[in-house]
């Protein structure tokens, strides 16, 4: 009977972890879809002729945002760092909001040049925090039967909101007027991670818990040395690029 009770209860907090992650997943495809859409149009209609050089800072700041966030994971509580992160990239936008509509009409090409490039490194540090806040919730045999399905959230939301920006448009006037949208989709992600980590205790992977052992076999030189990861690493770029193509 106790042993029934043990398994119920585990089975109700793996149902609880499960929804927090399918809303936090539908709230990041909001965010992502409306921002990404909307920084592409604003860039496109003023900007095309700089489209080259702005992907070229687009991916350098990418690269920039994962080697500082991975490098962070090391010396800060992850959830303290992915609410850090959500923080800066929710005040970065809420500017570019602010000095288009109430800043000097003269700063805003460079504004949506910076609001272009911003998309990848967005993308990507959200992403990073998703997918680390998802490993750090299940175990390896829970994510097995729930990796298949857990961004169902994310994909849904995305397509929901490819379709009704162009049905809402009429609601909203302005293109930046849905950096709002944005903003308050990223607001709901921040709050959605902040009761994850303190309804789930995500303390366990403190980075001062974590021995000289463990930090030596995953250094970059040893990852590096994995046939296995390096493949694995030349899939994923490939994919990317085509992707990004």
């Known amino acids: 009977m106790a042993q029934f009770n043990l398994f119920s209860k585990n089975r109700t907090l793996e149902q609880k972890q499960v929804a927090f ?16 859409i909307t920084a592409e149009s604003l860039f496109i209609n003023k900007l095309s002729d700089q489209l080259s050089k702005a992907i070229l800072v687009a991916g350098i700041l990418g690269i920039g945002a994962t080697f500082i966030f991975s490098f962070f994971q090391n010396y800060i509580r992850f959830a303290v760092l ?19 509509h109430f800043g000097d009409p003269a700063l805003h090409d460079q504004v949506l040049f910076l609001q272009f490039c911003m998309i990848g490194p967005a993308s990507a540090i959200l992403l990073l925090s998703y997918w680390g806040t998802f490993g750090r919730l299940f175990n390896f045999k829970q994510s097995k039967s729930i990796i298949g399905w857990i961004d169902t959230g994310q994909l849904v939301a995305a397509i929901i909101a490819s379709f009704l920006i162009p049905a809402t448009s009429f609601l ?18 921040g709050v959605l991670q902040f009761v994850i980590s303190r309804t789930f205790v995500l303390a366990k992977n403190d980075p001062k818990e974590i021995d000289k052992e463990v930090r030596k076999e995953t250094s970059l030189l ?11 690493s030349l899939f994923l770029l490939v994919s990317m690029v085509t992707l990004m193509f």
């Open 21 to 36: 992650m399918l809303a936090t997943g539908f709230f990041l495809g909001v965010f992502v879809a409306t921002y990404q």
């Open 82 to 100: 992915t609410q850090t992160s959500i923080g800066i990239i929710f005040s970065i936008i809420v500017t570019f909001y602010s000095l288009l």
């Open 172 to 189: 909203l006037p302005e293109t930046t007027d849905y950096l709002v949208v944005s903003c308050g989709s990223l607001l709901m992600v």
């Open 222 to 232: 040893n990852i590096l040395s994995n046939r296995y990861i390096l493949l694995l």
